[in-house]
């Protein structure tokens, strides 16, 4: 697999080769006549490919890493004098173009061929045994190198595909839950409004009077419709998160739902860091202001208790209030409130989100208990 594909590496490779050719050609010019042939038609196809500015890939990519290989053990051969830093030069080019285009093994195997090459043949230079032998160790220490990134970069660019995914399931299940709310809540709101405005206009026709009493019902249910709708608003928010302590902005999120709904609200719970990561905090405080605000919605109670502690066993979060409950009675988990399609469906997928435990007691005709134990990191 290509290491280096980038940067213009084939036409700055296919551009050096024919120079490469040519410069052997002219500084070897006691080599036999079947060499010289061999290397005008190495330079030749050099320069055609050069012209041509083709990516050498697969198996041909390799059948011209082999012919470079071969031209380097030629000129390796009857190269010397003048002509060693001609050898030399190639060497390195041949590693750069194992590194750019193939794989460690390839490079290897170009290092190990040179080196045992120049091991083998005795021609005491020095120089150019240094040079293959150090070239080579950092060419395949270099390939080690970027295969190594390449496999964590592949692996963080997963990671970031996966929380992509993740984080547009979540933006999905938001708007569901978003447009559950408002058909639930303000939609219908307006659509009984509707319907009272129409029953309020024939009423007029008939009897004036009753019409005005029944005006000032319409007035009643405009002013809570606007403090449903006030709620609403107010639950899309973006949730002012205190980083450094979770109860603290509880605390505060429990004021402004009593100062918006008018419910009284009780909070218990020490100002401690609890130590959960940001987005964890965020999710927390997003499922008590929507337990507070199904309170508000549906619970028709006035009052609610808050508490939060950070206790060995997690962070545990009650919101108990004095409504008219469920249609059912009992405590059930969350894994009960699953089997049987039970409960508030966002809250039930929050404390999933969280890996939390929930716990929810309903006492028809006097309220509901909410209990969340959140794992801490």
Same mark, same amino acid.
């Given at each position: 697999?290509?290491?280096?594909?980038?940067?213009?590496?084939?036409?700055?490779?296919?551009?050096?080769?024919?120079?490469?050719?040519?410069?052997?050609?002219?500084?070897?010019?006691?080599?036999?006549?079947?060499?010289?042939?061999?290397?005008?038609?190495?330079?030749?196809?050099?320069?055609?490919?050069?012209?041509?500015?083709?990516?050498?890939?697969?198996?041909?990519?390799?059948?011209?890493?082999?012919?470079?290989?071969?031209?380097?053990?030629?000129?390796?051969?009857?190269?010397?004098?003048?002509?060693?830093?001609?050898?030399?030069?190639?060497?390195?080019?041949?590693?750069?173009?194992?590194?750019?285009?193939?794989?460690?093994?390839?490079?290897?195997?170009?290092?190990?061929?040179?080196?045992?090459?120049?091991?083998?043949?005795?021609?005491?230079?020095?120089?150019?045994?240094?040079?293959?032998?150090?070239?080579?160790?950092?060419?395949?220490?270099?390939?080690?190198?970027?295969?190594?990134?390449?496999?964590?970069?592949?692996?963080?660019? &997963?990671? %970031?595909? =996966? +929380?992509?995914?993740?984080?547009? @399931?979540?933006?999905? #299940?938001? /708007?569901?839950?978003? !447009?559950?709310?408002?058909?639930?809540?303000?939609?219908?709101?307006?659509?009984?409004?509707?319907?009272?405005?129409?029953?309020?206009?024939?009423?007029?026709?008939?009897?004036?009077?009753?019409?005005?009493?029944?005006?000032?019902?319409?007035?009643?249910?405009?002013?809570?419709?606007?403090?449903?709708?006030?709620?609403?608003?107010?639950?899309?928010?973006?949730?002012?998160?205190?980083?450094?302590?979770?109860?603290?902005?509880?605390?505060?999120?429990?004021?402004?739902?009593?100062?918006?709904?008018?419910?009284?609200?009780?909070?218990?719970?020490?100002?401690?860091?609890?130590?959960?990561?940001?987005?964890?905090?965020?999710?927390?405080? &997003?499922? %008590?202001? =929507? +337990?507070?605000?199904?309170?508000? @919605?549906?619970?028709? #109670?006035? /009052?609610?208790?808050? !508490?939060?502690?950070?206790?060995?066993?997690?962070?545990?979060?009650?919101?108990?209030?004095?409504?008219?409950?469920?249609?059912?009675?009992?405590?059930?988990?969350?894994?009960?409130?699953?089997?049987?399609?039970?409960?508030?469906?966002?809250?039930?997928?929050?404390?999933?989100?969280?890996?939390?435990?929930?716990?929810?007691?309903?006492?028809?005709?006097?309220?509901?208990?909410?209990?969340?134990?959140?794992?801490?990191?």
């Amino acid at each position: 697999m290509p290491l280096l594909p980038r940067f213009g590496w084939p036409r700055w490779v296919s551009a050096i080769r024919p120079v490469l050719a040519a410069a052997a050609l002219v500084l070897l010019p006691d080599a036999p006549w079947y060499l010289k042939v061999f290397l005008g038609l190495y330079a030749l196809g050099a320069l055609a490919w050069a012209v041509r500015g083709a990516t050498p890939s697969g198996m041909g990519g390799l059948l011209i890493l082999f012919v470079d290989a071969v031209v380097f053990l030629v000129l390796a051969n009857y190269g010397n004098g003048g002509a060693l830093w001609l050898v030399s030069a190639f060497f390195l080019y041949l590693l750069t173009e194992a590194l750019a285009f193939h794989g460690p093994l390839e490079v290897a195997v170009v290092a190990l061929v040179g080196a045992v090459f120049c091991g083998l043949v005795e021609r005491g230079d020095l120089p150019l045994e240094r040079t293959v032998l150090v070239s080579g160790a950092l060419a395949c220490g270099f390939a080690v190198s970027r295969r190594r990134q390449k496999a964590e970069a592949d692996a963080l660019r &997963q990671q %970031l595909d =996966e +929380a992509q995914k993740r984080a547009e @399931k979540a933006r999905e #299940a938001e /708007r569901q839950r978003i !447009a559950s709310d408002f058909h639930d809540g303000p939609l219908q709101s307006f659509i009984s409004l509707q319907m009272r405005l129409e029953i309020l206009r024939k009423l007029l026709d008939r009897d004036f009077n009753a019409g005005m009493e029944d005006l000032k019902q319409l007035q009643g249910l405009a002013l809570a419709q606007v403090r449903d709708l006030r709620a609403f608003l107010h639950s899309m928010r973006p949730v002012d998160v205190d980083g450094a302590n979770l109860v603290a902005t509880a605390r505060r999120t429990a004021e402004s739902f009593q100062k918006e709904s008018g419910i009284p609200v009780t909070f218990l719970g020490a100002n401690t860091p609890v130590g959960l990561p940001p987005e964890m905090t965020l999710e927390v405080l &997003q499922m %008590l202001r =929507e +337990a507070l605000h199904n309170v508000q @919605k549906h619970a028709a #109670a006035t /009052r609610v208790a808050v !508490a939060m502690e950070k206790t060995e066993r997690g962070l545990e979060i009650s919101v108990d209030d004095n409504g008219h409950g469920f249609s059912f009675a009992g405590a059930y988990t969350l894994e009960e409130l699953e089997l049987l399609r039970l409960g508030p469906a966002s809250l039930k997928r929050r404390a999933r989100s969280l890996n939390a435990d929930l716990l929810l007691e309903s006492r028809p005709g006097r309220g509901v208990g909410l209990k969340f134990r959140i794992p801490l990191p």
